[in-house]
């Protein structure tokens, strides 16, 4: 499924250009994707933090950086939560 806000080339590309709170990261974007987007996340804003919603509840498909996970289908109070924490 192709998501028009999950975009590996603006990911890679604005990584560098400002310190972030948070990267809200999504199932979405291949494995190897996630990980290049939360790798370079983590060189050039090494205290922000990585949020990333699974499809499901299983944590297998969030990279190895991410911070939390929220399941997609938990909800947006969970989201909250998880931001709020990371």
């Known amino acids: 499924m192709n ?5 590996h080339e603006i990911g890679m590309s604005t990584a560098d250009l400002a310190e972030h709170a948070f ?9 190897e994707q996630a990980d290049d987007i939360a790798k370079l996340y983590r060189r050039f ?3 922000s933090r990585i949020v990333f919603v699974t499809e499901g509840s299983s944590r297998a498909s969030a990279p190895q950086e991410a911070d939390a996970y929220v399941p997609e289908s938990s909800g ?3 989201l909250l939560h998880a931001l709020r924490a990371a």
Not at 3 to 7: I, S, T, V, W
Not at 23 to 31: A, E, G, N
Request: charged fraction near 15%.
């Open 3 to 7: 998501c028009p806000h999950c975009n």
């Open 23 to 31: 990267i809200l990261m999504c199932y979405r974007l291949s494995s």
């Open 45 to 47: 804003c090494p205290k």
């Open 76 to 78: 947006p109070q969970e």
